[in-house]
């Protein structure tokens, strides 16, 4: 049979698509027991990254191919996208192999385009992808390649062009796709080229498969190249061509904590920008973080040093910061959250927390409340109008709306076996220093004095006190500390009374 022409062979657009993931590899410049690919970028694992950039090209197939700590990244990898049809790469290296390995687990017959993604490369973009995929069917290719013109290309393999006029299925304005040299094979003439092979691919499915049967590991490393499946379309007279992108961190991968941390701060720089243009005002963007999953109303100010992470919701109006962490919080119209760690916390509109507030999970503050500095809460409801404004800890408590809980307080919810509820009912008024026993209530309108030390239950409306008869015990400090500044002080102010 004649080879076909790419004429002839032109991608049905409406063909499957199917997207590869390479997720095996165990990445030891990392340096770390977690596998590299779930290390986080804007809260989300690096695979997380690519799945949602697959998810988003809406492809027939996503296959994930992994091998290192393959029952984490499995799980992560199932968790973030159910669909995805898991792989393990056996014990033949290289990138060629798990491509092989990850057509075989998609259905038989599938003749689509097959694009293969890397799980460390998390910038890209799925238009970036779509990209790619209409250059490849536009030109009816055997495989086309993603490629960027870095500063420093060194380490990368380089993409080598024809100096020549453009030839069928080249990019306007330069030259046509001749091959892809490793940095280690170059030349001196070739290492000067700027153009890098990104590693990300768009193939039709056939000529993938045909290429990659014919290619072995008799190489340096042993291993199995995608790339010598690239050469080996070309050489059955398929046509290859290589799409720089315009913006290189599009395709920067993720190889050390180096990277990582860069990667980090590029896409968080974007992130904010992004918000910025939406209406929200960030004071200073070099130090404010926000995940990739928050959502930020107009209107919303961000002070320095404020991380939003998470799936965190904030509402019109409302001021975070400085210096403040909020995770999976929901903050609500015009409240002002200050030099505040929280998290799973409900702070409602026009409330104010902070400064120095620590609310753990299942906080839950009211409309018009306040938390105030130096308070810890966790596992309680505090409602609307209601203040505990300082020094306080209020754990696995249900105070209601319009209270105050006076300084240094504390809900005594464990007995050493059990922790329990304290429930405080509206328009209380707890003195400084109030310590509630629990289980215990305190019905509406109901008082305590100052140091009270409360074990039972209070009416509605009552004053409970913990009072025991003051003594002094005279001349103590003479008698027991002689000799100290106490004991002189003392003696000093009895001299002068006299």
Not at 100 to 125: I, K, M, N, Q, R
Not at 293 to 306: F, N, S, Y
Not at 403 to 411: D, K, L, M, P
Request: aromatic share 4%; charged share 20%; hydrophobic share 45%.
């Amino acid at each position: 049979m004649a080879t076909p022409s790419p004429a002839d062979s032109t991608p049905d657009p409406s063909a499957e698509l199917a997207v590869v993931i390479l997720a095996a590899g165990q990445g030891t410049r990392m340096k770390s027991r977690k596998p590299k690919v779930l290390h986080e970028l804007a809260g989300i694992p690096l695979v997380g990254h690519v799945l949602a950039t697959a998810d988003e090209l809406g492809a027939s197939h996503i296959v994930a191919v992994v091998r290192h700590e393959r029952d984490a990244v499995a799980a992560v990898i199932t968790e973030q996208h159910p669909a995805t049809i898991i792989v393990d790469q056996d014990d033949i290296p290289g990138t060629g192999r798990a491509v092989e390995l990850a057509l075989g687990g998609l259905p038989t017959g599938f003749a689509g385009t097959v694009v293969v993604l890397s799980a460390d490369v998390p910038l890209l973009d799925a238009g970036t992808v779509r990209g790619l995929i209409d250059s490849h069917i536009h030109a009816g290719n055997g495989a086309t390649l993603l490629s960027a013109h870095l500063s420093d290309p060194t380490g990368f393999g380089r993409i080598i062009r024809s100096s020549g006029a453009r030839s069928n299925g080249a990019v306007e304005g330069i030259g046509a796709f001749e091959g892809i040299v490793e940095q280690k094979d170059a030349t001196a003439e070739q290492l000067t080229v700027s153009e890098i092979n990104a590693g990300v691919y768009a193939f039709d499915a056939a000529a993938l498969t045909a290429a990659l049967a014919q290619i072995g590991t008799d190489n340096a490393q042993s291993e199995k190249y995608l790339t010598d499946a690239a050469a080996g379309i070309r050489a059955a007279g398929r046509s290859i061509e290589a799409v720089p992108v315009a913006d290189p961190w599009l395709v920067a991968g993720i190889n050390d904590r180096v990277q990582l941390a860069a990667a980090a701060a590029e896409l968080n720089a974007r992130i904010v920008r992004g918000w910025q243009l939406a209406g929200v005002t960030v004071q200073e963007p070099a130090t404010t973080w926000i995940d990739l999953k928050a959502v930020l109303a107009e209107d919303v100010e961000l002070l320095p040093g404020t991380q939003i992470l998470g799936a965190t919701v904030i509402e019109r109006g409302a001021v975070v910061g400085p210096h403040t962490t909020l995770r999976h919080c929901e903050i609500g119209e015009n409240a002002v959250v200050n030099r505040t760690d929280a998290t799973l916390a409900v702070i409602g509109a026009n409330a104010t927390v902070g400064p120095f507030s620590y609310l753990r999970a299942n906080t839950v503050l009211g409309e018009d409340g306040k938390i105030g500095a130096f308070v810890e809460t966790k596992n309680s409801q505090i409602g609307r109008g209601t203040k505990v404004p300082h020094l306080s800890y209020i754990g696995d408590a249900t105070i209601g709306e319009y209270s105050n809980i006076g300084a240094g307080s504390i809900t005594s919810n464990y007995d050493g076996v059990n922790k329990t509820r304290t429930t405080i009912g509206d328009h209380v008024r707890g003195s400084s220093n109030t310590v509630y026993v629990a289980p215990v209530t305190i019905g509406d309108g109901a008082y305590t004095g100052a140091g009270a030390v409360v074990r039972k239950d209070v009416p509605a409306g009552a004053l409970a006190i913990s009072v025991a008869p003051q003594r002094n015990m005279l001349g103590w400090a003479e008698q027991k500390r002689p000799g100290s500044a106490a004991a002189i002080a003392a003696a000093a102010a009895a001299d002068s009374s006299e």
